[in-house]
């Protein structure tokens, strides 16, 4: 590969660089150098690819969880039910219409007069659960492995979050299968 010269003052000219001949020794070395690099790059290039594999495989388990992803970051509207505007009520209401093929109402305090209740024990992907003061239920979420509900947040439009989250905890008031 040919180096770039430089300017010689003296001249007022650019002059070509000489490039040295590399020693059999240094061509064999140089080649050794390239050959761990990229074998290092395929391992890391590998661990990486288990890494995704892993997470896909974890994610991909869950029929609701695959159903509300292209929800989440939908922007809270109260009384909305589409992909432009949802709340609570109207984002677990379209997410049972498309898994389960079925309609429940339009309202958090309504959806907990239906189904079952569950215990927190007990509780399995897909069930709903609830939250709000002692007088009233306002919030509904839909339960997901690991511990976590997907929702529509009144701040941050939809998203998953932790059941144990301080807030969430303090305003739990149950659960339904339906």
Known sequence: MPTR?????ASGRYVKKETPKKSHKTKQRSQEVSQEVSQKSHSTQTNEDKTQEKTTTQSDGSVWENAA?????TPYRYGGSSKSGV?????????????RGMYLPHKA???????????????????????????EIDHVGIYLSGDRFVHASSSKGVMISP??????EKRYQGARRY
């Open 5 to 9: 010269g430089g300017y010689d003052r």
């Open 69 to 73: 992803k292209p929800w989440i970051g």
């Open 87 to 99: 709340d609570c009520s109207g984002f677990v209401m379209q997410i049972y219409k498309e898994v």
């Open 109 to 135: 305090s309504k959806m907990y007069d239906m189904g079952k209740s569950v215990s927190r024990s007990d509780l399995r992907e897909g069930d709903l659960v609830f939250f709000g003061s002692f007088w």
């Open 163 to 168: 059941m144990d989250n301080v807030y969430w």
